[in-house]
């Protein structure tokens, strides 16, 4: 069966630091990957998705970019985090072939101090 | 654009009441659609998938009905209970898009 690691689960960083947040998917090839941002009221804000190696398509500028350095690994980073960057960060998959359901990692809070 | 709606924001009910989550979009070119539940701090778990050429689907207490033309879902439980309670979300993927658009979500709190 499929599965989707995320880690860390939280994480108090002061600002300016670098972030580096990791996902992996279990059992499946070619997944679909996004990263997702969630703030208190304003819902989930797709931030990356990636449809294969090397292929990320961002959906807001912002302070963060995204990898996809293997097939299953989508990683989160920032060089320098802002106060604004808190939040809590959802890691997803779904099928690559055709697009189905769609599963979520537990996720990452972040606090920016 | 499409733009994902839930109604309503929050929703407090007694245990074993039946009940309806709303879920509406604005462009009917779908896909699917997903209902998701979130605990606090959690990630998302899924709870059911509706492809653009089914009416509804059924796991359990719970079943998800889909009018595209419309461009509304629903969410019915069935006798609600304590362990229901938490944040349920709808969101649809666009037709020729991989991109999941969400609802801001419904707060459900079933009282014992």
């Known amino acids: 069966s499929q599965t989707i690691h995320q880690w860390p689960a939280t994480l108090v960083q002061p600002v300016g630091s670098p972030l580096s947040l990791e996902c992996t998917v279990e059992?499946?090839?070619?997944?679909?990957l996004y990263w997702y941002r969630q703030a208190a009221g304003r819902g989930l804000q797709l931030l990356f998705y990636s449809v294969g190696i090397g292929q990320i398509s961002s959906e807001v500028p912002q302070n963060l970019s995204a990898s996809r350095p293997q097939d299953r690994q989508f990683i989160l980073s920032s060089k320098k985090l802002l106060l604004s960057d808190s939040g809590f960060y959802l890691c997803?998959?779904?099928?690559?072939?055709?697009?189905?359901?769609?599963?979520f990692g537990q996720g990452t809070r972040l606090t920016v101090v | 654009k499409q733009e994902v709606t839930q109604i309503p924001a929050a929703l407090s009910v007694p245990e074993g009441e039946n009940l309806v989550l709303n879920c509406s979009f604005t462009d009917s070119a779908i896909y699917n659609l997903q209902w998701f539940r979130q605990d606090p701090g959690k990630g998302l778990t899924s709870l059911l998938l509706?492809?653009?050429?089914?009416r509804e689907q059924t796991s359990g207490r719970l079943n998800a009905s889909l009018d595209k033309s419309s461009g509304r879902s629903t969410l019915y439980i069935a006798a609600s209970q304590p362990g229901d309670s938490a944040t349920y979300l709808c969101a649809v993927i666009q037709g020729g898009s991989e991109k999941l658009v969400f609802g801001k979500g419904t707060k459900l709190t079933v009282n014992p």
């Open positions: 509706i492809q653009s050429s089914q």
């Open positions: 997803a998959w779904s099928g690559g072939l055709t697009v189905t359901e769609a599963f």
């Open positions: 059992g499946t090839s070619n997944p679909n």
